[in-house]
């Protein structure tokens, strides 16, 4: 997962203009150019690269970036940088194009559109994250939708990450994998209120211990109460007491 990572978090910043972003025509000058680039591309990261971009070229480079994004004759690794390369450069201007490429046929494709809007924080994708999160068939997607939209810090995400910790695709031999314990971070960073702790009862049905627990300190932090007792059973049975009705 991480063959690629920019940690864009930290280097991204926006300082550019107001401008209309329309893809050009194929094959630009410009588009061949760092093709070329990417190509020659050997170490993992490829930050300095982006960074020489953006110095050579600031915005001029973004249209073509993202032209290189949406071709598929491409690898997916040239794909990817380009993609980071238009987030790092352009800004929330080119999160109309980043949408499409959630339903790309390649799950670096989906994962790099992931973090891309999680970076921007476009609230203006979270339905499609959302469907993402529920729907696609990558285990490393779905993360990355869990990862995006726990950047966005929106109470609109409650029932989506109550979804995740429970789909049966996010658990193997019945221990979760990555996903579960991601979602119950992002719910515990929520505003939750005591409706939202009583859709989260369900939860307590899981059979990976580890997430049940994971559950019962959410609910203990949001409503300051505990259990007296410390055996996994009476826990359960205390808070399904708590949260009836």
Same mark, same amino acid.
């Given at each position: ?26 094959g ?58 238009a ?26 559109s ?18 993402? %999160? *529920? &729907?696609? #068939?990558a =285990?490393?997607?779905?993360? /990355?939708?869990?990862?995006? !939209? $726990?950047?966005? +810090?929106?109470?609109?995400?409650i ?37 939202? %702790? *009583? &859709?989260? #009862?369900? =939860?307590?049905?899981?059979? /990976?211990?580890?997430?049940? !627990? $994971?559950?019962? +300190? ?28």
């Amino acid at each position: 997962m991480k063959t690629f990572s920019l940690n864009l978090k930290k280097c991204l910043t926006v300082s550019i203009g107001i401008y209309v972003l329309t893809l050009p025509s194929w094959g630009s000058p410009l588009s061949q150019t760092l093709i070329t680039q990417m190509k020659h591309q050997k170490k993992r990261d490829f930050r300095p690269l982006i960074q020489e971009w953006n110095r050579k070229y600031g915005t001029k480079a973004v249209t073509s970036l993202l032209e290189i994004a949406h071709q598929k004759k491409y690898s997916d690794s040239i794909r990817y940088m380009a993609l980071m390369g238009a987030t790092r450069m352009g800004g929330k201007a080119i999160v109309p194009q980043v949408i499409p490429l959630l339903n790309d046929s390649s799950w670096m494709l989906r994962s790099a559109s992931l973090r891309t809007l999680g970076i921007l924080q476009s609230q203006s994708a979270l339905s499609e994250m959302i469907k993402i %999160l *529920k &729907k696609d #068939k990558a =285990l490393v997607v779905r993360h /990355d939708a869990v990862l995006a !939209l $726990q950047k966005l +810090k929106s109470k609109k995400t409650i029932d989506a990450f109550i979804f995740a910790i429970k789909d049966s695709k996010n658990y193997y031999k019945g221990k979760a994998q990555w996903i579960p314990q991601r979602a119950i971070a992002a719910l515990e960073e929520l505003p939750l209120r005591f409706s939202d %702790l *009583k &859709k989260m #009862k369900e =939860l307590l049905e899981i059979k /990976d211990q580890e997430i049940v !627990l $994971q559950t019962i +300190k959410v609910f203990e932090k949001v409503t300051g109460k505990k259990s007296s007792k410390q055996s996994f059973s009476q826990k359960i049975k205390f808070w399904e007491e708590q949260l009836q009705g």
